[in-house]
């Protein structure tokens, strides 16, 4: 069991904050003042601490530099009127890192130390969470092997880490999505439901070929046939059609998406026809040609609700009605914001305040 005490804190000397203009955050771009370390070794999370942000030293052997054996989580904390911290599920995240670590041979985090961790290191950093419409801080938790050995083996020595930076909007602007058709992000067996680092290294060169064709991002289909829609890589997909949500279920193939869970609860609680079910590349293509899909959008922690403005499969563009202004998607959007900036009663007990 972890207490605040078994934190070692060394807080900086001379914070960064006036870098931070909160009506201009690009993502990613800006680092809090700590961060969060724990190591393991002897069989053991040990060391915990929250030092000033800042590069660390790995030898050129160290395992994940080689294999890739690490996973992450993307979680976010708002500030509500009163000014206090709110973290959004933070304890789904945690379970999910370790879903995603037992697939990569990495040792459960205990939800103590995950929540002990992420509490004093955003009370510390209370300050880098934004105030401004649509921004927030987003939380990055992570693990990584730190074996330095280049033989294959489950690694025995890991780091498990926290870093924090505020961000506005993840995309600018709605997305245009190709439907993939040629590569494969994930298949049975394999980890695309781990958040495992690799899944999105290796998602790179395909997307780049999409983007090249004026896209921002795919949608990804199964790796078997490439018959049925997946998930879009930094989000899952939905679509809006004939007045039903509808969108994949997870699996083995899918990343089991914490906002994704949190619309789908929200849209049925509204009780709106919901269907989580295998959803045919076909389906989709038939109702993008004759008009009838009347939204659809990507959900995910950074991405939030990112609505869909293009759909390109083969040599087709299908462009969707009015996406800057999708009912669903801001009615969604604006429930999910006022749960997180504490504006209405949490029903769910979602929000956690640090
Ligand atoms: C998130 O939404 O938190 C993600 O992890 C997506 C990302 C790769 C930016």
């Known amino acids: 069991m972890i207490d605040s005490q078994a934190i070692d804190i060394q807080p900086i000397a001379n914070s960064r904050i006036q870098e931070l203009d909160e009506n201009n955050i690009p993502f990613g771009a800006l680092y809090s003042d700590h961060m969060f370390l724990a190591d393991y070794y002897d069989g053991a999370w040990q060391d915990a601490r929250i030092v000033p942000y800042q590069n660390i030293s790995l030898s050129p052997a160290n395992a994940t530099l080689h294999y890739a054996i690490t996973v992450f989580e993307g979680m976010k904390a708002y500030k509500n009127p009163d000014g206090d911290v709110i973290a959004f599920r933070p304890e ?29 290191l955003l009370k510390i950093d209370a300050a880098w969470v934004p105030s401004a419409p649509n921004t927030s801080l987003y939380i990055r938790p992570f693990v990584f092997a730190t074996d330095e050995y280049i033989g294959i083996r489950p690694p025995s020595n890991f780091r498990f880490m926290i870093i924090t930076c505020p961000v506005g909007a993840y995309y600018g602007k709605p ?8 590569y494969s992000r994930a298949f049975p067996g394999g980890t695309g439901y781990a958040k495992a680092g690799g899944n999105y290294g290796a998602s790179l060169y395909p997307a780049l070929q999409a983007q090249k064709k004026g896209f921002d991002q795919l949608i990804w289909t199964d790796g078997q046939n490439h018959e049925y829609i997946e998930e879009s890589g930094t989000m899952n997909v939905m679509f809006k059609i004939d007045d039903t949500l509808i969108t994949a279920p997870t699996s083995g193939t899918i990343l089991k998406g914490i906002t994704r869970d949190s619309v789908l609860k929200i849209t049925r609680d509204w009780g709106m026809k919901v269907e989580e079910r295998p959803v045919a590349v076909a ?14 959008f990507g959900v995910g922690t950074a991405a939030t609700i990112a609505p869909i403005a293009k759909i390109g499969f083969g040599d087709e563009i299908f462009e969707l009605p009015n996406p800057e202004n999708g009912e669903l998607a801001q009615n969604i959007l604006r429930e999910l914001n006022n749960i997180r900036y504490g504006l209405i009663e949490d029903r769910y007990g979602w929000t956690y305040k640090i």
């Open 92 to 120: 789904a995240n945690a379970e999910r890192l370790n879903i995603s670590g037992e697939r990569m041979c990495i040792p459960e985090v205990p939800q103590d130390l995950f929540m002990e961790g992420l509490t004093q």
């Open 175 to 182: 997305v245009s999505v190709k439907i993939e058709t040629e």
């Open 283 to 296: 389906e989709i293509v038939a109702a993008a040609r004759e008009g009838r899909i009347q939204e659809a």
